[in-house]
């Protein structure tokens, strides 16, 4: 269920969000001050900020003495480089490059990660919030402001800011693609919240939406087919998981190639599906242990043995061996049955043509 209307408030409130941002700072100070003790912030050269007297963090991909910061020495830098690009009014490419700063590190250029990237997309979002709903800074705002409350694990948060985000966006008549990634992180946040039926329905649309919008060669197509296969999956709808990865699998497999993540992910849950289906035959079981057995060597090889997709494989493929054993015992069974039913009726009609015979 969507959190009702009232609820969302909170969202829009500019002094909420400068309160949510002084929080979300001292916890991500918190959390980086065993990594950055005894080290200074690279943009003005202090250890405590001068005003907020926030701690430092770092949580990009920075080693060494590189990469200690203040979060509000960070936020003041992208809220400056992004004034002056719409004050000059320069190109998109050069706006984009500079709203990178709010959420990726100017100097290794990887994305902020947990709560570091939860601070800044609120420190973004304070700035930008007072602004008109059609403002641009301020609908980016919100998809930084969603994007570190996931990355913080705040999916209830997270969920509300994007349900507004989808809501803003349907309102403004915004571009089909930017409509298509909400839709695509709503469905994850569900699923992350085991809404399990709101999961499924939001990755149906968002896999339908990319199919018709980029073609089904798409990587973001395919992706959005594996979370979509993983919700059917989920909710044990395997025959449609089945009809769908049928569809899947070949493309997978034909633009990324066999040792890809996204079609050993793929390849794997239509294994599972095929024996798992209430009207599975021991063929589609065999098949199912074949394939298995196929996709947890190349994960092996590609991933290796500790990644938690090998290892998932492996303890399914255990479970379909055993599904596969108990069904050759079962037919087995069934088999001798069938024999000596056959043995006794054989017998019966010998009996009833003797009687015959000696009446
Ligand atoms: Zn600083
Ligand atoms: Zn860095």
Known sequence: MAAPAADRGWLHDADLA????NEA??????KCADDTKGQTCYICTEALHWKTKEGLVRMCSCRGTAGFVHVSCLAEQAKILVAEAEENNLDWKVRDARWKRWYSCSLCEQRYQGVVQCALGWACWKTYVGRPEGNVARSLAMTS?????????HHEDALTVREAELAMKRRLGASEASILV?????????DKLGRLEQALQMRQDAYSGHLKFYGEEHEDTVRTANNY???????????????LLRRTVPVARRVFGDD??????LG???AMALYLDEGATLDDTIESVNTLEELERTARRVLGGAHPLTTAMEDNLRQARAALREEVREEARTRGAAIIYAAAALAVAAV?????KLT
């Open 229 to 243: 296969a993983a919700s059917l999956y989920n909710l044990q709808s395997f025959e449609e998981a089945k009809l």
């Open 182 to 190: 909400v839709q695509g992180n709503l469905g994850n946040l569900y």
């Open 18 to 21: 400068a309160q949510k941002s």
């Open 268 to 270: 794997w849950m239509y």
């Open 260 to 265: 890809h993540r996204l079609t050993l992910s």
């Open 25 to 30: 700072v001292a916890v991500a100070a918190e």
């Open 145 to 153: 402001l969603g994007n570190g409350l996931s990355a913080a694990e």
């Open 352 to 356: 009833l043509v003797l009687r015959k």
